[in-house]
């Protein structure tokens, strides 16, 4: 049923060609040199996604954000009428309605700004439309505002590298 062939060389190591071994080892040493460099590590961070309506609404410790707002009035930066604390205390019958805070400021497009973690060592808080908002805690330009909440919506921000590992 099964023909057994052997080549007039055998298959003793030493029947083959002159390099053989050099050249194969060669070979599958580059081939995992690149498999590892691109395979993603076991736990690597990954950047926040945003969910089909383009909210960042998963629980995310992600900090580094650009604003991708086109705009030309910038993006909308609302005062937190209420402390972090509290506003991360709040039952889910108790949301605010962040969309009528005031706006203190507005972001431009293409700036990048620090999201504060909540006490949970999250990024996200939601208003009584279960609309995500992000808390603006630091920016890179003097002049725009801070200490403040916007949107956590790819239509207005995307999280920008590093990737942070939440555990």
Not at 64 to 77: A, F, K, M, R, S
Not at 135 to 140: G, K
Request: aromatic residues 10%; charged residues 20%; glycine residues 8%.
């Amino acid at each position: 049923m099964f023909e057994i062939v052997v080549s007039p060389r055998g298959n003793r190591p030493d029947s083959f060609p002159p390099g053989f071994w050099k050249r194969t080892l060669a070979a599958i040493g580059i081939a995992i040199a690149l498999w590892l460099s691109i395979a993603v590590p076991v736990g690597a961070a990954e950047l926040p996604q945003a969910d089909e309506t383009g909210n960042y609404s998963g629980r995310s410790c992600h900090q580094h954000w650009e604003v991708v707002d086109p705009d030309p009035n910038g993006l909308n930066c609302r005062r937190a009428e209420i402390g972090l604390k509290e506003l991360y205390g709040l039952g889910l019958q108790d949301l605010p309605e962040i969309g009528n805070w005031e706006v203190i400021g507005t972001l431009s497009e293409g700036e990048t700004f620090t999201a504060a973690l909540f006490p949970s060592g999250f990024n996200g808080v939601y208003d009584k439309n279960s609309n995500p908002w992000l808390f603006v805690d630091r920016v890179d330009r003097a002049d725009s505002p801070s200490q403040c909440l916007v949107r956590a919506n790819a239509n207005f921000v995307k999280p920008i590298e590093p990737a942070q590992n939440c555990s």
